[in-house]
Nanobody, 128 residues
């Protein structure tokens, strides 16, 4: 499975960005998808996940209400819409995939930061 993240950049505080992650190598709707970030000197942090069908989402408390994860299964792409950005959101952002389990605990590989596949990161810098 190959994951290619894009859409990062420099944005002013209060602004918005939308990250994209294009996926190939596997039937996309058989993959649950997630987003993570890692700031300098900090551990990788889970942000959001969406199940293979796009019917369920799960967010960390740190971004709930500001970030929205979505997917377009026709385009094999997952998105992260980020609003009300602040300098503390500055980090490298990663997308990740896990084989869809379909169960009620489908999000646990993401919350536990143990998905099967990782993409390369895209830098997001928020200026004050």
């Amino acid at each position: 499975v190959q994951l290619q993240a894009s859409g990062g950049g420099l944005v002013q505080a209060g602004g918005s960005l939308r990250l994209s992650c294009a996926v190939s190598g596997r039937t996309f709707n058989y993959l649950d998808m997630g987003w993570f970030r890692q700031a300098p000197g900090k551990s990788r942090e889970f942000l959001a996940a969406v199940n293979g069908a796009g019917t369920r989402t799960y967010y960390s408390d740190s971004v709930k209400g500001r970030f929205t994860i979505s997917r377009d299964n026709a385009k094999n792409t997952v998105y992260l819409q980020m609003n009300s950005l602040n300098p503390e959101d500055t980090a490298v952002y990663y997308c990740a995939a896990d084989s869809a389990s379909g169960g009620t605990n489908w999000y646990r590989p993401f919350a536990g930061i143990t998905p099967d596949y990782w993409g390369q990161g895209t830098q997001v810098t928020v200026s004050s």
